[in-house]
Nanobody, 126 residues
Framework: QLQASGGGLVQTGGSLRLSCEAS????????IGWFRQAPGKEREGVSC???????YYSDSVKGRFTISADIARNTVYLEMNSLKPEDTAIYYC??????????????????????WGQGTLVTVSS
């Protein structure tokens, strides 16, 4: 089970930190990622971290977002800086039971992510 939190309303240029707490999940071979879906748009992969220590960022967030995993707390964080109105979306965290899930996100797939959180809304005002 995944619990996402940390969304909210922020002005352009502001920051937010999203948290994804995983319960009943073994942090052995895994990939945990953040997807987002804006109104009228497809859900897209934003960032991911896996058990090999690899990270992935979409081009639209590279250099502004940072993903990290705190295994002791069973939590993955997404630090979002320099937020833009186009970052407005519902953000979902999702888990894959294989580190390979990260690579599937990088090519636009999400089928390897079998567990999903409920989503948290991020709104960036201009």
């Amino acid at each position: 089970q995944l619990q996402a939190s940390g969304g909210g309303l922020v002005q352009t240029g502001g920051s937010l930190r999203l948290s994804c707490e995983a319960s009943g999940f073994t942090f052995d071979d895994y990939a945990i990622g953040w997807f987002r879906q804006a109104p009228g748009k497809e859900r897209e992969g934003v960032s991911c971290v896996n058990s090999a220590g690899n990270t992935y960022y979409s081009d639209s967030v590279k250099g502004r977002f940072t993903i990290s995993a705190d295994i002791a707390r069973n939590t993955v964080y997404l630090e979002m800086n320099s937020l833009k109105p186009e970052d407005t979306a519902i953000y979902y965290c999702a888990a894959s039971t294989t580190s390979f899930g990260l690579h599937t996100m990088s090519i636009g797939l999400r089928g390897y992510f079998g567990s999903w959180g409920q989503g948290t809304l991020v709104t960036v005002s201009s």
